[in-house]
C-alpha cells in the first residue's frame, strides 16, 4: 500500500468580521510502486496521420519512431492498441476489436505495424476520443491512459463532437496531449488535457519527438496508485470557494468536484507515482465572535474509499493585527504563480488580437512575478517573446520577431510553477 502524508501551510488567524480563509495542502506519495501493481493497466497511442503529418515528411518518420519508443516502455502484461488517427480514428494493432496484452510477441507484432503508418486524411480528435473510449470501456477496473499526438487544429468534424467526446471519457481515462510542431491549436489540447486530468505540450521538432514519448509513457508506468481523490468536507453554512492543484501545475479543479454527501464534495486527481503535489483551498466560513476557533475543512486523500492522509483547515478571529495580518508564504507563493500564469495567457492572447499595449502590460507583469518568485523556467521562456528591462518594475517590450513555436511554448508551460521553498 502506498504512503500518503499532507501537510497544511495555512495563517489560520482571521480579523474580526472575515470570513474567507485560504490553505495550502501539500500532499506527497510515497511507495507507490509502478502501474499495474495493484491491477491491471492498459494503454492506448494515437497518432496522427492526417495529410499535413507528410509536410513535411519528417514529421510521420518521428511519429513511427516515438510510437515504437512508447511500445517499449509499456510494461509486460499490460493491456494495450495503437491507434491510427485521421478523418476516422483506425486501429493499427491490435488488428482485431479491443486491445492486446503486452508480451514478447505482441510487442514485436505493434512495432512492425506502426513501422509501416502513412499519412492522409483530415484531423477529426473528437473521433479519436471516441475510438479510444471504446477500447478503455473493454478493459473495467484497469488503470487507463493514453498519449495523443497531433500537428494541426481539428477539421472534417462538427465543433460539438469533441465537446461530446470528452463528456463521454471523463473518468474513464487520463490524457496526455502533444502537439508537434506550429499548426495545431494549444487551447484545443488544452482543453483535452484538462478534462482527461492529462498534460499539454509542444515539441517544436520532429526530432525531439522520441524523447518526449519515452519520458510520458515512463511516467505513466511509474504511476502504481490509480484514481486517487482529494475529498473535502466542510461544516453546516460554509462555502468552498475553490481546490486549485498549485504544484507542479496551476489547474483549477474546482469544477471537477462531484457531491457525494451534503458536505463533502470529491475531486478526482488522476493515478499518482512517488511524487508531491500541492492544493490551495479556499472557504468561506460564517463570522464567529473574536477569540472563537472554528474548523474550517477536512482534506483527506482517498483511495478505493479508503482514507490515506487527512489534513485540517482552521479558523480563528483575532484582534491581534501581528497575528491577522501574516500572510502565509506558501499560499503567497501559490497566489502569485497563479496570477502569472492568468498573465501569460490573457498578455499572449492580447497581442495575437493586436492589443500590443494590452499585452505589453500584462507580459511585464508576468515577467515581474516569476522574477519575484524565482520561476527561472518561465522567465526563460518570457524573454523569447519580450524584452525585459527592469524585471523588478515589470517594464517590458514586446518582440516583433518572435517565433511562433517559442509563444506556444510560453503558452503551454505558463501552468508549470516553482515550489515554494521551505524554511525549518
Not at 511507495?31 to 501493481?37: Q, S
Not at 485521421?86 to 505495424?113: C, D, F, N, W
Not at 527561472?376 to 523588478?392: F, S
Request: glycine share 8%.
Amino acid at each position: 500500500m502506498a504512503d500518503f502524508t499532507a501537510e497544511v501551510f495555512q495563517n489560520e488567524y482571521l480579523p474580526e468580521g472575515a470570513t474567507d480563509t485560504h490553505a495550502v495542502v501539500s500532499v506527497s506519495c510515497a511507495n507507490a510502486g509502478k502501474a499495474g501493481t495493484s491491477g491491471e493497466v492498459a494503454e492506448v497511442i494515437i497518432i496522427d496521420t492526417s495529410g499535413s503529418m507528410d509536410m513535411p515528411p519528417a514529421k510521420i518518420a518521428a511519429a513511427r519512431r516515438a510510437a515504437k519508443v512508447a511500445i517499449g516502455e509499456i510494461v509486460d502484461g499490460a493491456w494495450f492498441a495503437v491507434l491510427s488517427g485521421h478523418s476516422v480514428a483506425q486501429m493499427v494493432y491490435p488488428t482485431h476489436p479491443g486491445m492486446a496484452k503486452m508480451s514478447e510477441i505482441t510487442r514485436a507484432e505493434a512495432l512492425a505495424k506502426v513501422g509501416r503508418l502513412r499519412s492522409g486524411g483530415a484531423t477529426a480528435i473528437g473521433a479519436w476520443i471516441n475510438a479510444a473510449t471504446e477500447l478503455f470501456e473493454q478493459t473495467s477496473g484497469a488503470q487507463c491512459h493514453a498519449i495523443l499526438l497531433t500537428d494541426g487544429k481539428i477539421e472534417g468534424e462538427d465543433s460539438l463532437v469533441l465537446t461530446h467526446a470528452l463528456r463521454s471519457a471523463a473518468g474513464k481515462f487520463q490524457c496526455d496531449c502533444r502537439g508537434i510542431g506550429q499548426d495545431w491549436v494549444v487551447e484545443e489540447l488544452r482543453e483535452i488535457s484538462t478534462a482527461l486530468l492529462g498534460t499539454v505540450d509542444i515539441v517544436a521538432k520532429p526530432e525531439q519527438l522520441e524523447a518526449d514519448f519515452e519520458d510520458m509513457m515512463r511516467t505513466a508506468m511509474s504511476r502504481g496508485v490509480g484514481d486517487v481523490r482529494l475529498r473535502v468536507w466542510t461544516p453546516q453554512g460554509s462555502e468552498l470557494l475553490f481546490v486549485r492543484q498549485v504544484a507542479p501545475a496551476v489547474e483549477d479543479i474546482t469544477s471537477r468536484g462531484v457531491q457525494i454527501s451534503p458536505l463533502v464534495r470529491e475531486f478526482p486527481t488522476g493515478a499518482w507515482s512517488d511524487e508531491s503535489r500541492d492544493f490551495h483551498v479556499a472557504v468561506k466560513v460564517p463570522v464567529a465572535p473574536v477569540g472563537n476557533e472554528r474548523l474550517a475543512a477536512r482534506v483527506e486523500l482517498v483511495v478505493n474509499d479508503q482514507v490515506l492522509a487527512k489534513s485540517l483547515v482552521k479558523a480563528v478571529w483575532s484582534t491581534d493585527t501581528d497575528l491577522t495580518t501574516r500572510i502565509d508564504p506558501a499560499v503567497a507563493h501559490y497566489t502569485g504563480q497563479a496570477q502569472l500564469a492568468d498573465a501569460i495567457r490573457k498578455g499572449l492572447a492580447a497581442r495575437s488580437a493586436g492589443d500590443e499595449r494590452t499585452a505589453t502590460v500584462l507580459l511585464g507583469e508576468a515577467a515581474k512575478l516569476a522574477h519575484q518568485s524565482g520561476n527561472e523556467n518561465t522567465t526563460r521562456l518570457l524573454a523569447k517573446v519580450v524584452d525585459v528591462v527592469d524585471a523588478d518594475a515589470g517594464t517590458v517590450r514586446l518582440k516583433q520577431n518572435v517565433e511562433k513555436t517559442d509563444e506556444m511554448a510560453l503558452d503551454t508551460r505558463s501552468t508549470k510553477t516553482t515550489r515554494i521553498r521551505r524554511t525549518s
